[in-house]
T-cell receptor
Framework: ETGVTQSPTHLIKTRGQQVTLRCSSQSGHNTVSWYQQALGQGPQFIFQYYREEENGRGNFPPRFSGLQFPNYSSELNVNALELDDSALYLC?????????????FGPGTRLTVL | AQSVTQLGSHVSVSEGALVLLRCNYSSSVPPYLFWYVQYPNQGLQLLLKYTSAATLVKGINGFEAEFKKSETSFHLTKPSAHMSDAAEYFCAVSDPLASGAGSYQLTFGKGTKLSVIP
């Protein structure tokens, strides 16, 4: 069974640029969540995708957007990058169940905005 | 919305000593609670979870946690610390999404960094 993978591992961008981060879900999972973890903080929920539609969103501006594809892989896009966007971005996949959905995390993508 | 408070951003213990990491939550609905561990430059690994079954939950690597509704707590313990336990630990609560259908986000505490002294 393949776990959650993310690419790239690291990247450096400059303020105002756009970035796309990618995530491959664990086999059999149909839900993907994205989290932002700033240095020294806990992860913050950005949004969740279920069956290719946004299923919920945290307190992040519209310049954070996403996609989920038919094979349940996902992208996180961030436009007009700001210095405060520097963080570890974590993807988590899960299988929606009735009572709770255990989320399995990838290793993350570390984004540095200069 | 749910929230999680982790008391102590940094905890140091001697090797072989008891590990106690504190977590308190606020929740308007019966919570599902989780402890995750994060090693440097890595993602999150699930240690254990509470999903309204037994209040004492056993996880991997000898960790366990006890759900106490009256205290709104879910503290993480390990009887004897090992050098390999040095990492950051996050408590999280499963927070229902407005979309329903059994969908949840995770709301995390700020984390506790555990150091183990030889």
């Amino acid at each position: 069974e393949t776990g959650v993978t993310q690419s790239p591992t690291h990247l450096i961008k400059t303020r105002g640029q756009q970035v796309t981060l990618r995530c491959s879900s664990q086999s059999g999972h149909n839900t993907v969540s994205w989290y932002q973890q700033a240095l020294g903080q806990g992860p913050q929920f950005i949004f969740q995708y279920y069956r290719e539609e946004e299923n919920g969103r945290g307190n992040f501006p519209p310049r954070f957007s996403g996609l989920q594809f038919p094979n349940y892989s996902s992208e996180l896009n961030v436009n007009a990058l700001e210095l405060d966007d520097s963080a570890l971005y974590l993807c988590a996949s899960s299988l929606v169940r009735g009572s709770y959905n255990e989320q399995f995390f990838g290793p993350g993508t570390r984004l540095t905005v200069l | 919305a749910q929230s999680v408070t982790q008391l102590g951003s940094h905890v140091s213990v001697s090797e072989g000593a008891l590990v106690l990491l504190r977590c308190n939550y606020s929740s308007s609905v019966p919570p599902y609670l989780f402890w995750y561990v994060q090693y440097p430059n890595q993602g999150l690994q699930l240690l254990l979870k509470y999903t309204s079954a037994a209040t004492l939950v056993k996880g991997i690597n000898g960790f366990e946690a006890e759900f106490k509704k009256s205290e709104t707590s879910f503290h993480l313990t390990k009887p004897s610390a090992h050098m390999s336990d040095a990492a950051e630990y996050f408590c999280a609560v499963s927070d229902p999404l407005a979309s329903g259908a059994g969908s949840y986000q995770l709301t995390f505490g700020k984390g506790t960094k555990l150091s183990v002294i030889p």
